[in-house]
């Protein structure tokens, strides 16, 4: 992809808002070569064939413990432009039923794509086996939502993307059928509808979704390019007596266009809550206080040009006081169209989104860029008012060192995201919070050496106060959710789908595979399997420091690469028994090291590596039932 020039912004300082909600030990301050701006990418929906799927060369589990659970596989690996949707429902019984985008047949554009669907079953306590057809009969659809009614009746509602066909469909089951009943939500918009998101309160059911937009053939609705609309069942999805409706305030007075996915919906008694995160625009929340007939609105962060249009053209003049942090005269910090919007048991809304840096210097290609180094978690609160947010997470800083180590912006895969994004949230019965996100991991360890992209991992933190504060955040990608330490590098983790109400254990699902970035876009990798993970982390586990074993031990590893000798150090405070394992880059193990009882104080040990073939290897270093692996380079 041509990247726009521009000078590289060297030691950029992160943007960190006032207030002291995140931990500070651990973010980044300085992104060297990272804040150059690229291409932004239209959302998308593919249709096109892209050629058969490869299989990845890495030997890695389909199942780890009883925490990471393999509920389905895909090849069709796009989940979602950029928000979340509600992926998830748990009936009364503890019955969960989890739903995603499932597709396999590459070559001819995933003619079988649409809802891949699992049940975990309460009394048996395991989930089915993974589907391998679409729950749809006939119809190639995507981007479900799956919400449930105080009665039991499971509702999803995805989109039909077929020119000339873009309509919202639906299945519909209530509690103790096993068919699906099909259908499609009515509407008189003359271009059709997609990208929906669901939420549900008692039997009432809320739907949102967008017009279809000029570059797929419709056009201006009522002056916005995919404008938009809600609608409302209060009979489990069967009637729809609210359809086609403009949120006062959410309409071309706003807006003049919007992005697929920009967006979301929860719903809490009679109250409900719109979030809009479309990044050239202000970042609002729609609140309804009777079910979806009256909305107010409140401005969560205010884009400095209002109803801006591609190529418009702007100066200094037009935006904020210069900010030194920020990556260009003309760069806009706002969204990176990736949000969730959520209430908790109280009805309070809580707000997430990554933050962005965008530009649109170029008044001649139709087109806008953003800044792909862009990090930092924004939260927003209604105890915050308008135009407050505090930025709660962040890229971590793995090694300590104060830098983010990713040399340059093609070392990112391309989401056309932040690096910490893709926000999903949780609440307990004690009303304590819980998110989930993906961020950027930094290091050597978690370079893929074919694309030489760095991996992104899950993590999960939480707020017991209300949003005032955050824990540190804990990494849901280990060895003990995916079974084995030495995978850990490899794993991609993207596209997290938290269950909002939780009774106990913090419950999610997510898209894995051992390659970072996309088949459907961006990267344009070669099609390939795609893993849907259940996992099931305990409450108590967040907020406990799962990613600091490297630190704590000082383990260190070097020369790196080397030819016929390396060293393991590592540290203890205490004594300990410590294993150490050299295994392939396939996972087999070649020796141990070592394995005995270690006193306190700084140890070290030797291996030898005359004999192996040059190439990447693994050392793992167990204490315990934790463990962690260094990638070691052989020359």
């Known amino acids: 992809m041509k990247l726009i020039q521009h000078a590289i912004l060297v030691s950029l300082s992160l943007v960190l808002f006032a207030g002291t909600a995140m931990a500070q030990s651990k973010t980044l301050a300085k992104r060297e070569g990272l804040m150059q701006p690229m291409p932004m990418l239209k959302a998308t929906d593919i249709q096109t064939g892209l050629g058969e799927a490869a299989s990845g060369d890495v030997a890695v589990p389909t199942r780890g413990t009883e925490q990471d659970v393999l509920i389905g596989q895909t090849i069709y690996d796009l989940?979602?432009?950029?928000?979340?949707?509600?992926?998830?429902?748990?009936?009364?019984?503890?019955?969960i039923m989890a739903v995603w985008t499932q597709g396999f047949s590459s070559g001819d554009g995933y003619s079988d794509r649409g809802t891949?669907?699992?049940?975990?079953?309460?009394?048996?306590?395991?989930?089915?086996?993974?589907?391998?057809?679409?729950?749809?009969?006939?119809?190639?659809?995507?981007?479900?939502?799956?919400?449930?009614?105080?009665?039991?009746?499971?509702?999803?509602?995805?989109?039909?993307?077929?020119?000339?066909?873009?309509?919202?469909?639906t299945l519909r089951r209530e509690a103790g059928e096993t068919n699906w009943t099909e259908s499609d939500i009515p509407s008189d918009t003359p271009w059709g509808l997609l990208w929906p998101r669901a939420a549900c309160s008692g039997e009432t059911?809320?739907?949102?979704?967008?017009?279809?937009?000029?570059?797929?053939?419709?056009?201006?609705?009522?002056?916005?390019?995919?404008?938009?609309?809600?609608?409302?069942?209060?009979?489990?999805?069967?009637?729809?007596?609210?359809?086609?409706?403009?949120?006062?305030?959410?309409?071309?007075?706003?807006?003049?266009?919007?992005?697929?996915?920009?967006?979301?919906?929860?719903?809490?008694?009679?109250?409900?809550?719109?979030?809009?995160?479309?990044?050239?625009?202000?970042?609002?929340?729609?609140?309804?206080?009777?079910g979806g007939d009256t909305w107010s609105e409140t401005r969560v962060h205010d884009f400095p040009i209002d109803k801006y249009a591609i190529d418009q053209g702007y100066t200094v003049d037009d935006l904020p006081p210069y900010d030194p942090n920020q990556p260009d005269t003309l760069a806009m910090l706002t969204t990176d169209n990736c949000g969730h919007v959520m209430m908790d048991n109280d009805g309070n809304v809580h707000l997430f989104y990554g933050q962005m840096y965008v530009l649109d210097d170029d008044l001649t290609d139709g087109n806008t860029s953003y800044f792909p180094g862009t990090s930092g978690l924004a939260y927003w609160n209604e105890s915050f008012g308008p135009d407050s947010v505090n930025i709660i997470a962040d890229v971590l800083d793995l090694n300590g060192n104060d830098t983010i180590d990713i040399p340059d912006i093609s070392n990112i895969a391309l989401y056309y995201m932040s690096l910490s994004?893709?926000?999903?949230?949780?609440?307990?019965?004690?009303?304590?919070?819980?998110?989930?996100?993906?961020?950027?991991?930094?290091?050597?360890?978690?370079?893929?050496?074919?694309?030489?992209?760095?991996?992104?991992?899950?993590?999960?933190?939480?707020?017991?106060?209300?949003?005032?504060?955050?824990?540190?955040?804990?990494?849901?990608?280990?060895?003990?959710?995916?079974?084995?330490?030495?995978?850990?590098p490899f794993v991609e983790a993207v596209f997290p789908h938290m269950l909002r109400d939780i009774d106990g254990d913090v419950l999610f699902t997510y898209q894995q595979d051992f390659q970072p970035g996309l088949a459907l876009r961006g990267d344009m990798d070669l099609p390939g399997e795609n893993n849907i993970i259940f996992s099931q982390i305990g409450e108590d586990l967040v907020g406990q420091d799962a990613i600091d074993f490297v630190n704590k031990y000082n383990f260190e590893l070097f020369p790196n690469p080397a030819s016929d000798v390396a060293t393991v150090q590592f540290e203890l405070s205490d004594a300990a028994t410590v294993r150490l394992e050299l295994f392939d880059a396939m996972g087999h193990q070649i020796r141990i090291i070592s394995s005995a009882q270690y006193a306190v104080g700084q140890q070290q040990e030797e291996i030898d590596l005359n004999g192996l073939a040059g190439g990447m290897y693994f050392v793992r270093m167990q204490i315990g039932p934790k463990s962690t692996v260094k990638r070691l380079m052989v020359d």
């Open 116 to 169: 891949g669907y699992n049940r975990y079953d309460a009394g048996t306590g395991n989930w089915m086996a993974p589907p391998s057809d679409r729950l749809e009969n006939g119809v190639r659809t995507g981007w479900p939502n799956h919400v449930i009614t105080d009665s039991g009746t499971e509702f999803i509602v995805n989109h039909v993307f077929t020119s000339p066909e873009y309509r919202l469909h």
């Open 205 to 290: 059911i809320h739907v949102i979704g967008v017009t279809t937009s000029l570059v797929l053939g419709g056009d201006l609705y009522e002056g916005v390019d995919l404008h938009p609309l809600y609608y409302r069942s209060s009979d489990g999805g069967a009637t729809w007596e609210v359809q086609d409706f403009i949120i006062p305030g959410l309409d071309s007075s706003f807006m003049i266009r919007n992005s697929a996915d920009a967006y979301g919906i929860d719903a809490r008694g009679d109250r409900v809550v719109v979030g809009m995160f479309f990044q050239f625009g202000d970042t609002k929340v729609f609140i309804s206080e009777d």
């Open 421 to 488: 994004s893709m926000a999903s949230a949780s609440v307990d019965a004690n009303n304590n919070l819980y998110l989930a996100y993906s961020a950027v991991m930094e290091g050597p360890e978690f370079l893929d050496a074919d694309d030489e992209q760095f991996m992104r991992h899950i993590f999960i933190i939480k707020s017991e106060d209300g949003g005032a504060n955050w824990s540190e955040p804990y990494d849901a990608i280990n060895g003990t959710t995916i079974g084995d330490p030495l995978f850990v």
């Open 79 to 95: 989940q979602s432009n950029y928000s979340s949707s509600n992926r998830m429902s748990k009936d009364a019984d503890g019955n």
